[in-house]
């Protein structure tokens, strides 16, 4: 049953939905989607003003243009008021397309050691979306994207060179009378190669300084993915690629230039440490205003962030909210990535009482956006709580679907499990593995 969570922020929201789902890599899960009725017709959302004015209006037209009448809510303009909680059918839709965009970079990603395009693209910019199955998608790729990881492993002969990281895509011009704007769309795959799994792991918090004329000293974000954003491959060649932060730019400012005068949206989609440099660029283009056209209009940002870490500080929280740059955190309560960095010292251990705040506040790390809460686990794969298919196939399914467990609660037969003398034989072992799955049970309510 869906519910909200008070948070010290109150632009943070916090739903979770329950129900039981099988998903490709997880065959006993707990889910959280909403049930039936609370993903009910839009038009029962409508007479019952759970909508913002413009999708309640929006959704008596037909189904082939609503998009195009309600994309900037969907959007986050209003912070998704009244369209998390219950889980609008038209966001998840729109959650669910983008998670797709960015399973199209895990599918595309090369990671045969003997092939040529080793951690690199297996496919052409022109034809990445039909070999991936998504040539229906209604985009097309106008740039490949690589960061490099200016990290060092001394017992590993690994060179610090770009990998490919994601892309740039534009919508076609059909795509634009459906979505009603042209979408300016840059995905990021999340951590594969050992040295992003060494940044990812560089948790102290350092200034952003992505504005030149304005350092602001006190918007700090870590440092592991800084250095993936703005690295080169200057290490490698004098020749070599600029920086993913560079390159995106670049291409971003080329296609607001391409299509002046549209109704534009730039969205941003990623998973994991990918979520981590998709709010980095979201800052940095709103922080540089690149996001304005010649007639100085806004542009809107929104990030689709999939079980994302922590990014910066409430200096960097902050400053994103006063930018505009919208953010909706899709995660996974189980899932401990969304919980790093900053484990003990985050958004909740900044100020005491809810009125005095801590000297060190400027030094925690907090998440920015609204969250949007699913809740899944599975004790004989629990990598599944990270997995973004898991994530998206959850979504897939509004209903409530019941596991076949042959009608029996899996933590209660793993209980009966650690409790039988043919099992364990020593009372130790016995109050060991009942205490674990009491803290299991507990975690999951």
């Given amino acids: ?93 729109e959650i669910i397309r983008y998670g797709e965009f960015v399973t199209a970079c895990y599918k595309a990603f090369d990671l045969d050691p003997s092939s040529k395009r080793y951690l690199n693209c297996k496919y052409g910019k022109k034809t990445m979306f039909t070999e991936v199955g998504m040539g229906d998608s209604g985009y097309k790729v106008t740039k490949y994207i690589y960061a490099t990881a200016d990290v060092n ?63 602001r000293p006190d918007v700090k974000v870590e440092s592991g993915f800084l250095s993936l954003y703005t690295s080169d491959e200057s290490s490698c060649s004098k020749f070599g690629l600029g920086s993913c932060r560079e390159q995106l730019l670049s291409e971003v400012s080329r296609m607001i230039n391409k299509y002046k005068g549209e109704e534009m949206s730039i969205t941003v989609a990623g998973h994991s440490m990918g979520s981590s440099l998709g709010l980095l660029l979201a800052y940095d283009i709103a922080e540089l205003g690149l996001n304005r056209d010649n007639s100085n209009r806004e542009i809107p940002i929104t990030v689709f962030s999939f079980a994302g870490p922590r990014v910066g500080n409430s200096g960097f929280k902050e400053r994103c909210e006063e930018l505009g740059v919208k953010v909706l955190r899709i995660v ?75 009608g029996i609660d899996f933590l209660n037969r793993a209980r009966e499990f650690l409790w039988s003398a043919q099992n364990f034989n020593t009372l130790p072992w016995r109050n060991a593995g009942s205490n674990m799955m009491d803290l299991v049970q507990s975690e999951r309510t």
């Fill in 1 to 93: 049953m869906a519910s909200t969570v008070s948070m010290p922020n109150t632009s943070m929201k916090f739903v979770a939905f329950s129900g039981d789902i099988g998903a490709r890599s997880c065959s006993i899960g707990q889910v959280s989607i909403p049930k039936k009725q609370e993903v009910a017709s839009t038009k029962r959302l409508g007479v019952a003003s759970l909508m913002v004015p413009a999708v309640a209006t929006a959704v008596a037209k037909s189904s082939s243009t609503i998009l195009a009448h309600v994309w900037r809510e969907l959007q986050g303009s209003n912070n998704w008021e009244d369209l998390v909680e219950p889980l609008h059918p038209l966001l998840r839709q």
């Fill in 153 to 215: 492993i001394p017992i590993q002969n690994v060179d610090s060179c770009g990998r490919w990281i994601g892309y740039v895509a534009v919508s076609s011009d059909d795509e634009v009378k459906r979505l009603g704007r042209r979408d300016i769309l840059i995905t990021f795959r999340g951590t594969v190669t050992n040295p992003e799994w060494i940044a990812n792991l560089m948790s102290s918090l350092t200034p952003a300084r992505l504005d030149p004329h304005n350092p």
């Fill in 332 to 406: 996974n309560v189980n899932d401990p990535i969304t919980k790093l960095p900053g484990v003990v010292f985050n958004e909740n251990f900044r100020i005491l009482g809810g009125r005095y705040e801590f000297p060190w506040s400027c030094s925690c790390y907090a998440h920015v956006g609204v969250e949007l809460a699913l809740e899944f686990f599975n004790m004989e794969n629990p990598s599944c709580v990270h997995d973004l298919e898991t994530y998206i196939s959850l979504l897939r399914c509004p209903k409530r679907l019941q596991v076949q467990r042959d």
